[in-house]
């Protein structure tokens, strides 16, 4: 996966648990981190966060949630990190693979799964046999279609 692809869909991975991220709190109190891995989540971010601009972009990410510009922001610095270390791409990429297999065939109810990879046509609406095992009663985001 190129880093700029693997970076976006980080974003959207992380965006949800920077807060608990950044200070270093537990994630378990929301659904989508059980389902997820906590672990996984966390440690995926610890190969990120000492590089001071992802840092630096994830708190200003984690502070306007809702701005799809300082998303983008946090995107860009990660895909920074991942071409200056290589290392850190693959390690990265080999992490982010296994929570997308552990999203996949794990269950949410009223929770929201970020980074789903679903092939089929584009809908506004993702029912539960799509790739992304039983969401229910929540949200998905960071979808891409393989159609």
């Keep these: ?20 991220l950044l200070k270093g709190t537990k994630l378990a109190g929301k659904k989508a981190a059980e389902t997820l891995g906590e672990e996984s989540i966390k440690t995926l971010w610890a190969k990120l966060q000492p590089h001071a601009k992802v840092r630096r972009a994830a708190e200003a990410a984690a502070d306007l949630p809702d701005n799809p510009a300082m998303q ?7 895909e920074g990190a991942l071409r200056a270390d290589p290392t850190l791409a693959a390690e990265v ?6 929570i997308q297999a552990h999203v996949r065939t794990g ?10 990879r679903a092939k089929g046509t584009p809908s506004s609406r993702i029912s539960a046999d799509v790739e992304t095992g039983d969401v229910s009663g929540g949200e998905v985001t960071g979808v891409e279609y393989e159609g």
């Design 1 to 20: 996966m190129d880093p700029q692809t693997l970076a976006q869909q980080i974003v959207s991975l992380l965006a949800p648990f920077l807060p608990y």
């Design 72 to 78: 983008n922001a946090l995107a860009h610095e990660i």
């Design 93 to 98: 990429a080999d992490l982010f693979t296994t």
């Design 107 to 116: 269950e949410v109810s009223g929770g929201k799964v970020t980074g789903v």
